[in-house]
């Protein structure tokens, strides 16, 4: 269903949070450059949106001030202030530089059996019952045990550091409530205690993982020890909630597709295909956040200095100036490289790590067979977020003992 127009587009409006696709698809069209509820500005078209995010005039700092006057004093603004998603030049290209080499695909290749491992670990008590949560069973401790995997911490622990983490995670949402940041100072003491613990213990018996790569760099001055405590905050926040509702999407618009899903099944050889289509068509990644530290002009609009700017990536991934029949959902479709995970130096590290975890994923669920939603659609729900797009629950059923 398409709506008529946008007056005043906003993430945090229940239908907007339930499918916030035919708001994109005007704004797209007509207004571009949108000023939304709050008076926000949104940007949603692929070229604008890339370009946003290049310019250092579209800085993040005013943000994390934003955001730690938000949340008041104390250790959650100390630590998770320094996130490197919250760096501008030139802190974000020292940090990313420190910890890039531990995301090359060559250092990632040793995680992949290890990742393939884990799916079939998870959904081995589920081929019984025929039945299974994919987002609570599946996505979810798969996604944590990986992050975790990469960092070298035991994925035994993916239970606490996965609570710790999104109440942490919940209150950099535009749509978080008081009870949401009151959690999340609470939560920020545990983790940061977790995570100074495992540093002690890496520091003293040594490693070849991630926590290894930033003490090293802490002794040689390029990190503070603050800043690798929030590093390890953002990789597991970032590098579980994203993975783990994009394989809910992903799993979702297969489902949705069945005519997809039989293609799927009969030529496994798309699987890669299938995974930058999934990501395209309803990435986990809705949106960007940035300030405006000088006066600009986009498409005829004046944004003033000060003025908060999100760009849309789950609109770019549908801008008819960039994909032909954006709004179908086709997995035979020539790749083009979408916005699911940001551009040039804003691009995921983790990119390739969470496409590991996709084909893993997807890759065995569609061979389950009898595959089917087990609830009505319209009893589905997503989580209460602005900045992220995820099913709360994703139920299926299968034929068991398969």
């Known amino acids: 269903m398409l709506v008529d127009a946008v007056t005043a587009f906003d ?5 907007v949070r339930r499918d916030p696709y035919p708001s994109y698809h005007w704004l797209l069209r007509h207004d571009p450059v949108h000023r939304g509820a709050h008076g926000v500005w949104y940007v949603s078209r692929f070229a604008d949106v890339r370009g946003v995010l290049g310019d250092e005039r579209f800085a993040r700092t005013g943000i994390r001030r934003f955001w730690t006057d938000l949340v008041g004093p104390g250790l959650l603004a100390e630590i998770v202030g320094d996130i490197i998603l919250f760096q501008d030049e030139p802190d974000h290209g020292r940090l990313r530089g420190v910890v890039g080499p531990a995301f090359s695909p060559s250092a990632l290749r040793r995680l992949e059996p290890v990742i393939a491992g884990t799916v079939d670990d998870l959904l081995r008590p589920a081929l019984a019952r025929g039945a299974t949560d994919v987002v609570d069973e599946l996505a979810y401790p798969l996604a944590l045990r990986a992050v975790l995997g990469l960092l070298g911490l035991p994925a035994a622990d993916w239970r606490p ?5 999104r109440d942490v995670g919940r209150t950099l949402d535009r749509g978080a409530s008081a009870d949401d940041m ?3 100072h609470a939560a920020i003491a545990e983790f940061a205690d977790y995570v100074e ?6 520091r003293r018996d040594g490693g070849d993982d991630l926590l290894t790569l ?5 002794d040689r001055g390029l990190m503070s020890r603050n800043e690798i405590v929030s590093t390890v905050v953002t990789f597991i926040f970032t590098g579980h909630e994203t ?6 999407n992903a799993l979702l618009s297969l489902l949705d597709h069945p005519d997809q899903l039989d293609l799927l099944r009969g030529r496994p050889e798309l699987l890669g295909r299938a995974v930058e289509e999934c990501l395209r068509y309803d990435p986990s990644v809705q949106s960007n956040t940035r300030q405006l530290d000088c006066d600009v002009e986009l498409h005829g609009r004046r944004l003033r200095r000060d003025d908060v700017v999100v760009v849309l990536a789950g609109a770019a991934n549908r ?3 960039r994909y032909d029949r954006p709004d179908e959902f086709d997995i035979r479709r020539d790749p083009v490289p979408s ?3 940001g551009a040039g130096m804003r691009y995921c590290l983790g990119s390739y790590l969470a496409r590991t975890q996709l084909r893993a994923a997807l890759g065995a669920l569609v061979r389950l067979p009898g595959l089917r939603l087990a609830c009505a659609p319209d009893g589905l729900t997503y989580q209460p977020r602005t900045m992220f797009r995820g099913l709360a629950s994703l139920p299926i059923a299968f034929t068991p003992g398969a």
Not at 214 to 218: E, Q, T
Not at 243 to 248: D, F, L, R, T, Y
């Open 214 to 218: 930033m003490l090293a760099a802490h």
């Open 161 to 165: 550091v996965g609570r710790w983490s």
């Open 182 to 184: 009151l959690r999340g």
């Open 11 to 15: 993430p945090t409006d229940a239908d």
């Open 339 to 341: 916005m699911s995970f």
């Open 197 to 202: 613990r495992a540093l002690h213990r890496r």
């Open 243 to 248: 993975v783990a509702s994009q394989v809910g």
């Open 319 to 321: 801008d008819p100036g």
